[in-house]
């Protein structure tokens, strides 16, 4: 099992910055991948960003350029730095743990962000 750890939402406005942190613990397989996903209001869950332990990662198209996901293997820490904020980035933040050893998902609590224009 593995439990994840959220932290660094809140409300800022368009063009300010937040950066995330999730914290995973518990049995920590060595093949994983961890990542961001956001859910706003009446709309399905999307990827944001994602990372592998040896670095490569991934960005929805919506926030390359903007966004950066990096991880603390060492730590088990995924963060979402996050630029130019626009108020279409509003939404819950969920960070993902992938186990690609026993191809299981594990889900953080959510963090609300607001971006206000």
């Known amino acids: 099992q593995v439990q994840l750890v959220e932290s660094g939402g809140g409300l800022v406005q368009a063009g300010g910055s937040l950066r995330l942190s999730c914290a995973a613990s518990?049995?920590?397989?060595?093949?994983?991948?961890m990542g961001w996903y956001r859910q706003a209001p009446g709309r399905q869950r999307e990827l944001v960003a994602r990372i592998t332990r040896g670095g490569f990662t991934n960005y929805a198209d919506s926030v390359k350029g903007r966004f950066t996901i990096s991880r603390d293997n060492a730590k088990n820490t995924v963060y979402l730095q996050m630029n130019s904020l626009k108020p279409e980035d509003t939404a819950v933040y969920y960070c993902n743990f992938g186990d690609l050893v026993l191809y299981r998902d594990y889900w953080g609590q959510g963090t609300q962000v607001t971006v206000s224009s």
């Open positions: 518990g049995i920590i397989p060595s093949n994983n991948v």
